[in-house]
């Protein structure tokens, strides 16, 4: 026996102090090998907030391109032409030889020579630079009728008649009427008498008949209140309302108060429109994607499987936390005002890493990632006599379960506008389709499932929902959607026989593009 | 600080798991510096090449970086990591077990006589245990050097009591006919021979 001893305790102080030195190659694939797991955490754990990061930037820029783009692109040309006008209009004020040039305001007293010379007399002291660079400041204009009526539109006009040639016409007419000796004298008698306004009116309603001293003082009539409008029309709508009114030399009618009817009507058939086109958001279809985490807080194997040493191997499987992606098609139809109704077809996976301690292999010289499946199917009455668990040191497996998931669920707006928003509750059924097990390790076999009576899993499974979702309008047919939300299944994922039960908890962002049929 | 080799001679242990503990890559090469050639010793007596102990080194000192956050320092760091070693020469032994499973074996007459094997350098050693059938290397190991006893063996690799006992009795067997050999050889020419 002490011989024995002796050989063994010779042997092990043998190689006490043995060392043999490993080849350069090998810190190498050490370091390659920490670098490579160090970023697939990171990649896991950066996915979730990477998607939720894509999302919201997409939903910014989205939200950023129609604010500016948006309401300039519906009304087209006249804001463009109107700053165009703005920024001539400021040129204009320091150019006495330009063409047309009318500027008001106390910049146009000292540069402006001839014609320009009576509209220095005009008293406009308190007015700020009627050639205002942004559209605000024509809305606070319009609280200025002898301004606004009186300075800016000749002044306007005359320059997009000198610069602009979409519609020289009409403009260079009107530039020219600036000129008239008539118009200036006019223009003085208004100033003496403050009611300048008439300018504007007298250089379109008599744009016809440069003599027409009768439609000057008809426009003389008209009150500042009039006015007001005009100009503010002038801003919105711009170049197609004074078309009009210069294309009818011999109406009788007096072409400011026509003008003003018809913008009038105009501006409540937009308004009724508007409201309109808000009411008939009825039927829509939308696809998306979601992201997000799981996690099962209240997995439980029961006593059936402490039989086997991988008890803990489930344990591990079950209440691994993971991350979970999802996409498909939806539809949805509005009940009532507030109530929504929404449903659709979506592909959902669920994927988790967990560590096993042991492996499955068969005669065939498989060997397969110890998984619930493994565990189950060794568990089984029928089960294969070649099959083995073979226990080992701990590495890493990613559990993969794809499923077809049908939402149904009801929404409530809160907010019901360009942007909206609404809560979201309702059911969703969970088609299971297979599961894959890719084992870390090297030389074991990655290995799909699908269900089926093999499974462990079940093949229909019901979940929760309850979400929010923050939408905008993007043009008549088309709403961008963020949803957050959560998914809670209603039944263990696992079937009742294996004796393991896990409901994970899921919650995820989606992002969706709705169209809106009517 | 930069330099991997320095910090592995200057630093203490608790220095060394700390450092590693942070994610510090130079840590993390001192400490492989200081305990890759030991290591490589280990995983040389569970393989048969060098290039397969150096595969099953690598695996082991990742596991290492990983589970340095776990490392409780009950035991020395040393001994910490050869366990990993071992566990992980294990688990790529295990696989060729299994297709290559281990059974009883008859009973061997070990040879008549002492064998010392004081004058034999550890690489001669190294290359007779490699030498020896795959289930009997292991058994081998795992009982005479790394000192876990037959029930533990059996438990590890999943075969019963007496099969590691026979195992390791052939193993023991053929280690010593081959160390009478360069006794006699020893005896004969003054040094070891050159296997």
Redesign the interface.
């Known amino acids: 026996m002490e011989?024995?001893k002796k050989?063994?305790e010779?042997?092990?102080d043998?190689?006490d102090d043995?060392?043999?030195?490993?080849?350069e190659?090998?810190?190498i694939?050490?370091?390659l090998?920490?670098e490579k797991?160090?970023g697939g955490k990171m990649k896991r754990r950066l996915l979730f907030y990477k998607l939720l990061a894509a999302a919201s930037v997409a939903f910014a820029l989205a939200v950023t391109g129609i604010a500016f783009y948006g309401p300039i692109g519906g009304q087209d040309g006249p804001l463009a032409e109107r700053k165009e006008h703005d920024n001539t209009a400021n040129s204009a004020g320091t150019n006495a030889d330009a063409p047309g040039t009318l500027t008001p305001g106390p910049a146009a007293n000292s540069s402006t020579a001839g014609s320009a010379s009576e509209t220095a007399s005009l008293p406009y002291p308190d007015h700020p630079a009627s050639a205002s660079s942004s559209s605000r400041a024509d809305t606070e204009s319009a609280a200025h009728p002898q301004v606004t009526a009186a300075a800016p539109s000749p002044s306007d006009i005359a320059s997009a008649g000198t610069l602009r040639s979409e519609a020289p016409t009409s403009n260079q007419y009107l530039a020219q009427h600036t000129h008239d000796k008539n118009t200036t004298r006019s223009i003085t008698d208004n100033s003496n008498n403050k009611k300048t306004d008439g300018i504007t009116a007298d250089g379109i309603a008599a744009g016809q008949d440069q003599n027409s001293e009768t439609a000057y003082g008809d426009a003389l009539l008209l009150k500042d209140s009039d006015l007001q409008p005009v100009f503010a029309r002038n801003i919105t709508i711009g170049k197609p309302e004074l078309t009009p009114a210069v294309a009818e030399p011999h109406s009788n009618a007096d072409p400011f108060k026509l003008m003003m009817a018809r913008l009038a009507d105009e501006e409540k058939a937009m308004q009724k429109d508007e409201k309109e086109n808000d009411r008939q958001e009825s039927l829509w279809t939308s696809v998306g994607m979601a992201a997000g985490g799981f996690n099962t807080v209240n997995g439980n194997v029961s006593s059936a499987l402490t039989t086997l040493s991988s008890n803990s191997l489930a344990n591990e499987q079950i209440k691994a936390s993971g991350v979970t992606y999802s996409f498909g098609l939806s539809m949805g139809t509005k009940l009532s005002k507030r109530w929504v109704l929404q449903g659709g077809v979506n592909y959902l996976n669920q994927s988790s890493d967990y560590t096993a301690t042991g492996f499955v292999?068969d005669s065939r010289?498989s060997?397969f990632a110890a998984s619930v499946n493994n565990i189950e199917q060794l568990n089984a009455a029928d089960a294969k006599q070649d099959a083995?668990y073979?226990?080992?040191?701990?590495?890493s497996v990613n559990n993969s379960l794809a499923f077809v998931s049908v939402p149904l669920q009801a929404g409530y707006l809160v907010l019901n506008n360009k942007f909206s928003i609404q809560l979201n509750a309702g059911l969703s059924t969970d088609l299971f389709l297979q599961n894959t097990v890719t084992p870390q390790g090297e030389?074991l076999k990655k290995e799909t499932q699908k269900s089926g009576d093999d499974s462990p899993y079940r093949t229909v499974n019901f979940s929760g929902l309850a979400g929010t979702e923050f939408s905008y309008k993007v043009g008549q047919h088309y709403r961008i959607a963020i949803n957050p939300g959560i998914r809670y299944p209603l039944n263990s994922i696992y079937k009742s026989d294996i004796g393991i039960e896990a409901t994970p908890l899921t919650f995820d962002v989606g992002l969706n593009f709705r169209y809106i049929f009517h | 600080m930069q330099n991997g080799r320095i910090i592995g001679f200057m630093l203490s242990e608790e220095e060394l798991i700390d450092g590693c503990r942070k994610?510090d890559?130079s840590f993390?090469?001192a400490l492989?510096d200081r305990y890759?050639?030991?290591m490589?010793?280990v995983c040389?007596?569970y393989s048969k090449s060098t290039a397969e102990a150096?595969d099953i080194?690598?695996e082991a000192?990742?596991?290492v970086?990983?589970g340095i956050k776990n490392f409780r320092q009950e035991s020395k760091l040393e001994t910490w990591i050869t366990r990993?070693m071992v566990?992980?020469a294990?688990?790529v032994q295990?696989?060729k077990l299994?297709?290559y499973p281990m059974v009883d074996v008859e009973e061997i007459n070990l040879p008549a006589g002492?064998?010392?094997?004081?004058n034999?350098h550890?690489?001669q050693?190294?290359e007779m245990i490699q030498a020896l059938p795959h289930g009997c290397q292991i058994v081998f190991n795992l009982?005479?050097?790394e000192?876990f006893s037959h029930k533990e063996i059996a438990e590890?690799l999943?075969i019963s009591e007496g099969t590691s006992k026979s195992q390791f009795a052939r193993a023991?067997s053929l280690l010593?006919q081959r160390l009478l050999k360069e006794s006699t050889y020893y005896e004969r020419y003054g040094e070891a021979k050159k296997i």
């Not at chain 2, 002492?114 to 004081?118: L, T």
């Open positions: 011989r024995r050989f063994e010779s042997f092990r043998a190689f043995a060392e043999v030195s490993p080849s190659n090998v810190w694939n050490v370091e090998d920490l797991a160090d292999g010289q060997f083995k073979v226990p080992s040191t701990p590495y030389g | 994610g890559r993390q090469k492989y890759c050639r030991k490589l010793v040389l007596r150096e080194l690598q000192f990742v596991k970086f990983h990993i566990n992980t294990l688990n295990r696989k299994y297709l002492e064998v010392s094997i004081s034999i550890f690489e050693l190294l009982f005479a050097i000192g590890q999943g023991k010593q």
